[in-house]
């Protein structure tokens, strides 16, 4: 059991009720997310659990922006344009 460290751990202190049949994992678009999944599927860590995969979004420069006094219809223009890279 992991008890101290630099990543996230998820520990069920109880049996399951039946098997598994999806899996969730939060991923940041990164190269190493990617591979972080890959790497599951050919170790066949999945097995045959469906998949979910979870980005959350947050334009980062947004508060920024407001407090300099940049205007609202710049401020949607960046917040879309981040979006849309993020998608």
């Known amino acids: 059991m992991i008890r101290n460290g630099p990543h996230p751990a998820l520990m069920v202190n109880d ?7 999806t899996a969730l994992a939060a991923v940041d678009l990164s190269e190493p997310s990617a591979n972080a999944i890959k790497t599951s599927m050919t170790l066949g860590l999945l097995g045959t659990l469906r998949l979910t995969l979870v980005h959350a979004f947050f334009p980062l420069a947004k508060g920024k922006l407001t407090y300099a006094g940049v205007s609202q219809d710049n401020i949607d223009e960046y917040v879309a344009g981040e979006r849309l890279r993020a998608t």
């Open 15 to 21: 049996e399951v009720e039946r098997p598994y049949q």
